[in-house]
């Protein structure tokens, strides 16, 4: 009891030091999960691309949903150490195993810079070029 008497007064000293977790912090990773899919690859795709062309330009899709067989999602999602989380977005849809269109917040810009996305998704159209549009034929 006397020795407990004797470390009193130390302990009531350490009451006002500033608690330990305040000064070190642990390290943090910064964790990415996903696709990763920049402007420069989305500048890539054009209309008529085949399921294969899309693959090689984008990758593989995160989700290919059995539901919706004629739409693909590359999702990425980039969480720093300290932080705000980052996420980008982008569906590509097919018909009859052609690119029709493709939708997102990851937008093909003609700059070469690419930028930071943007926080509202969009749908991206895709001109078809005049080579690729069907041929009118008139009859005489």
Same mark, same amino acid.
């Not at 330990?20 to 910064?30: A, N, Q, S, V």
């Given at each position: 009891m006397k020795r407990f008497l004797l470390l009193l007064p130390f302990l009531a000293a350490c009451a006002?030091?500033?608690p *330990?977790?305040? *000064?070190?912090?642990?390290?943090? *990773?910064?964790v990415r999960q996903g696709n990763?899919?920049?402007q420069e690859m989305?500048?890539?795709?054009?209309?008529?691309?085949s399921r294969e062309q899309v693959r090689f330009?984008?990758?593989?899709?995160?989700?290919?949903?059995?539901?919706?067989?004629?739409?693909?999602?590359y999702v990425y999602r980039f969480q720093p150490?300290?932080?705000?989380p980052q996420q980008r977005r982008l569906a590509v849809f097919f018909q009859d195993n052609k690119l029709t269109r493709v939708t997102g917040d990851v937008v093909a810009e003609d700059g070469s810079a690419a930028e930071a996305p943007k926080p509202a998704a969009g749908i991206i159209v895709i001109p078809v070029p005049a080579s690729a549009q069907p041929e009118v034929l008139e009859k005489k």
């Open positions: 006002d030091a500033p *330990i977790t305040r *000064i070190l912090t642990p390290y943090r *990773i910064d990763f899919v920049t989305v500048a890539q795709l054009q209309p008529g691309l330009i984008l990758g593989t899709p995160l989700v290919a949903d059995m539901f919706h067989v004629d739409r693909w999602d150490g300290r932080g705000e």
